[in-house]
């Protein structure tokens, strides 16, 4: 991006917001994303073959995209745009990619897909040997939020979450954004049930009631694998949040 370019994008989105005009946000909003996917798709033909988006086109979140953290936003993207070097590492494009979901998600959008070239894919016994973890785990993760995608192969894990996992402010938003796609698939009460399952199955395996008996001489950050500590803590607390929402106490 240019500097000039830069410098009448930033114009607009000051007008736009000191205005308190909804279209110009909009226009702006749509121009850095438009970019951001050109950037992908151009500069990482290694890894991805397409994005595909929502097929009736997306809806904006209009108390979103007036609010400041919106405004904020468009600004980050901006210079990250110009910032950005080129070619990055697996570490970097994981990044860009899941920030780039989350924010999809945030102004209103409802499905986005990532298509990877077979070549950029992982089998599972080849993530969890990367990961250090044990297959049984590596499923564990799965059903956490590490990206797994559907395909006709054995090769399902993108590279980059091997070492994104690592990286605990991104691991976690990786499984907010899965959480994000459940809750749409899903009403509150399918997967209250699905919850009510998984907090079953961990209860059997360590023959108590919480996730605080089980693990009271220890805290997530002092185990080896902390994986069912995690998991259990924030099954209880989504658990709390839909009865919330669904009119319970």
Known sequence: MSKVIYELTAQSINYGYQNNDEHV????????????VTLLLSSFTDKIK?????????TFNTQYLLSEKHKKSLFQWLNRLVEMKLPSTDLEFGKLKVDLENWYYQIGGEEIHFEYHESYLLTPKEASELLGISKVTLNKYIQMGLESVNTTSHRKIPKYVIELWKDPVYAIRMQMIAQEKKLREQSPAERLEEINRELTQLQIKYKTDSYEKAFKN????????????????????????????????
């Open 50 to 58: 397409g994005i595909t988006f929502d097929k009736n086109g997306i």
């Open 25 to 36: 946000i909009e226009k702006e909003t749509d121009f850095i994303m438009g970019k951001l």
């Open 218 to 249: 220890f805290d997530g950050d002092s185990m080896d694998d902390p994986t069912d500590y995690y998991l259990w803590r924030d099954l209880e607390n989504e658990k709390k949040e839909i009865i919330r929402l669904l009119g319970g106490v």
